[in-house]
């Protein structure tokens, strides 16, 4: 396995293995890497000739410049698992590699940024599309992989894709959870041993809401469900609850067909926000 810290460097690794015919898959990662971001390297190198995994806590992307503070920065554990799920180069550039200058470019997603994470952290999307464009021109991959826990990013960046016209696949994976249910992310290890054990809770409470659905309770009584849940675990700081269309992510006023609707929740827990969603 290459590691590349240059956009130089890794263009020409990749150069040459293009012209040979290889296709190339490219696994997009903040780093602190866990056995779900191992899952999009293993679709990756199942469906490509090579396999690259960019690791760059991008900070454009955070509003919240605690967030980007506390965000965990592991590349050499990073790189040793990558090493052994058989990623075949790595791309761990600097902030300035990326961003010589701050981009003057502001991409606006409309409706898909008015809702969920786009309402509570403004920016973040703009920040999302500009390093996802970034890489998509330096990696020029046949395909991506995106995690369905940020599905909301993968909406946006499936956008992006029409809308810029870029030549690659999006690979949606789906959540990879701890044996209680806790989703996985990067984020879980900023959690206090405390904080780690109530955790699931979160995914509890869309279980909750799942069950309501599925005993033909109401959207509303879904909502209450959840919210009543929370209520009992003071702990977490509801941020929303949300039942939404799984592609659009616009909320809807009743369940969709199989499979197309996603309830989403993103809660604070002490000082981490989580997120998690269940596609019904
Ligand atoms: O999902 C993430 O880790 C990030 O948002 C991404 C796609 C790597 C862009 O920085």
Redesign the pocket.
């Known amino acids: 396995m290459q590691l590349y810290e240059t956009i130089t460097g890794i263009r020409q690794a990749l150069d040459s293995q293009r012209k040979t015919g290889h296709s190339i898959g490219l696994v997009?990662?903040?780093?602190a890497l866990h056995a779900g971001?191992l899952t999009l390297v293993d679709a990756s190198k199942a469906q490509n000739d090579l396999t690259v995994c960019?690791i760059?806590?991008?900070p454009t992307?955070f509003n919240n410049p605690d967030d980007l503070a506390r965000y965990p920065h592991t590349l050499e554990a990073d790189c040793k698992l990558l090493e052994e799920a058989g990623c075949d180069l790595v791309f761990a550039p600097s902030v300035d590699e990326i961003y010589p200058t701050n981009p003057f470019l502001k991409l606006n997603f409309g409706e898909l940024e008015t809702v969920l994470e786009g309402a509570f952290r403004p920016g973040h999307f703009n920040?999302?599309g500009i390093?996802?464009s970034k890489?998509f021109n330096i990696i020029q991959p046949n395909r991506a992989y995106?995690?369905q826990?940020?599905l909301q990013?993968v909406a946006v960046?499936k956008r992006l894709i029409r809308d810029l016209g870029f030549q690659l696949e999006l690979i949606r994976m789906p959540i990879v959870r701890e044996d209680d249910g806790l989703a996985m992310s990067?984020r879980n290890r900023n959690l206090s041993p405390a904080e780690r054990q109530e955790a699931p809770v979160l995914f509890q409470a869309l279980t909750q809401a799942q069950d309501v659905l599925r005993n033909d309770g109401t959207l509303e009584t879904a909502k209450t469900a959840v919210e009543h849940y929370l209520q009992n675990h003071p702990t977490f700081r509801l941020e929303y609850f949300e039942i939404a269309n799984a592609d659009t992510l616009q909320p809807v006023e009743q369940l969709q067909a199989p499979g197309a609707t996603a309830l989403c929740i993103a809660a604070h827990l002490g000082k981490t926000r989580l997120i998690d969603n269940l596609i019904v």
């Open positions: 997009p990662t903040m780093g971001h960019s760059f806590v991008n992307q920040g999302v390093v996802v890489l995106f995690g826990k940020d990013q960046v990067s």
